[in-house]
């Protein structure tokens, strides 16, 4: 599985853009990126998926550039409730059974 | 849909003890997985199962025992217990090249 290297912690306030890059050097042909969000006492939800490009969707974006060496999660106008732990995973589909997660990014929200 | 359905949410066991930790999905999800997650961590696979029937070990399968006798549940078995086993456990389900996994609300263990 490709290794995977993120911020351990971000700061950020009430209606800013959060973004968030993770490398992955060796990701490989077959490997998408994922993202998850865990809040405290909480098991980690799905937030994005994405193999090349951007993908969007109702919660966030992720910006993947040509070489895919690394990714960018993009949270719009976070709020107090975007506190939580996110984390990127790389790996195939025919893998995601047995997800490989890091320490992840702490991204905290002040008013 | 109930989602992935994890009993108990808390449990306090002496060095010794055993005990199952129980996990029931409710989507037809071919896959199931166990993780534990220690503070300031992040997950770490112990068992999971691709179908019923078929088992396998993760990064951290040592004190652990898991079956998988139907789709819907896939029980963890904690041997002996040991203050190492402190931990939360999460159980996770997904469909075979499905997008996303799903996680229950998670197990907080103690081990005195």
């Known amino acids: 599985l490709a290794k995977t290297t993120q911020p351990i912690s971000m700061d950020s306030y009430e209606g800013q853009e959060v973004n968030i890059t993770c490398s992955h050097n060796n990701i490989a042909t077959n490997d998408y990126i994922t993202w998850y969000q865990q809040f405290p006492s909480q098991g980690p939800r799905f937030i994005i998926q994405g193999y090349k490009t951007k993908v969007t969707n109702e919660v966030a974006s992720l910006f993947i550039p040509a070489d895919r060496k690394s990714s960018t999660l993009s949270l719009p106008r976070v709020s107090l409730s975007d506190t939580a732990v996110y984390y990127c995973l790389v790996g195939p589909l025919s893998n995601d059974y047995k997800l490989s997660f890091g320490a992840g990014t702490t991204v905290t929200v002040r008013a | 849909n109930a989602g992935v359905t994890q009993t108990p949410k808390f449990q306090v066991l002496k060095t010794g003890q055993s005990m199952t930790l129980q996990c029931a999905q409710d989507?037809?999800?071919?896959?199931m997985s166990w993780y534990r997650q220690d503070p300031g961590m992040g997950l770490r696979l112990i068992h999971y199962s691709v179908g019923a029937g078929i088992t396998d070990q993760g990064e951290v399968p040592n004190g652990y025992n898991v079956s998988r006798s139907t789709t819907e549940d896939f029980p963890l078995r904690l041997l002996s217990a040991a203050p190492s086993q402190t931990s939360v456990y999460f159980c996770a389900s997904n469909t075979q090249g499905g997008t996303e996994a799903f996680f229950g609300q998670g197990t907080r263990l103690t081990v005195v």
């Open positions: 989507m037809n999800h071919e896959y």
